[in-house]
């Protein structure tokens, strides 16, 4: 069974190589990275599978009582197996329990994994920036009550 833990700097070549390998992935350097697992505000997660591989992280912050989703990917090999759902999952109690009870995230209206993902963890469209992307996508804007 894939487990879900705290990230280690160990694990941050796999990241910043799937981080990489998204198109619609933030594209975070290898020193933000680096940066955002020191950070006290920060939700930094991985997903690890039975053999030891990294099969998909979760990066959010917590700003004013709010956990903020910034980047989230699993791997090509390990995609439909609920892993960003439980990500997402551990994320929200780990916020809950640091007093957090909102979050929320942009994504491109034409990322539809993404989108459904969202949507089935309990997120609602909020808002929308048009064409804010630089592939002349929207951003919607999506909230969810913990
Ligand atoms: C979006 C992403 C994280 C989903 O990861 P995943 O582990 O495959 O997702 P899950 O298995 O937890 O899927 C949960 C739900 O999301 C939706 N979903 C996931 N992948 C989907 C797809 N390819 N098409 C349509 N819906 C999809 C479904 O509703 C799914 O539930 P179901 O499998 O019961 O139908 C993954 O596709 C990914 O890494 N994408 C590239 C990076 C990215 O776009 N990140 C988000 C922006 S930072």
């Not at 329990?97 to 989108?115: D, F, H, M, Q």
């Amino acid at each position: 069974m894939t487990v879900i833990r705290p990230s280690r700097s160990s694990d941050l070549d796999e990241i910043f190589s799937l981080e990489s390998y998204w198109d619609y992935a933030p594209h975070w350097l290898r020193p933000q990275l680096e940066a955002e697992l020191l950070r006290p505000d920060s939700i930094f997660l991985s997903a690890e599978s039975p053999d030891s591989r990294l099969c998909g992280y979760f990066i959010g912050r917590i700003l004013e009582k709010e956990l903020q989703v910034l980047s989230i990917s699993v791997g090509p090999a390990y995609l439909r197996r609920a892993i960003a759902a439980r990500l997402l999952d551990c994320a929200f109690s780990k916020a809950r329990l640091k007093g957090c009870a909102r979050a929320t995230l942009e994504v491109s209206e034409r990322n539809i994994p993404a989108l459904n993902l969202y949507k089935k963890s309990g997120f609602q469209i909020v808002g929308k920036r048009v064409k804010f992307y630089n592939d002349g996508s929207s951003a919607l804007l999506m909230d969810k009550l913990l």
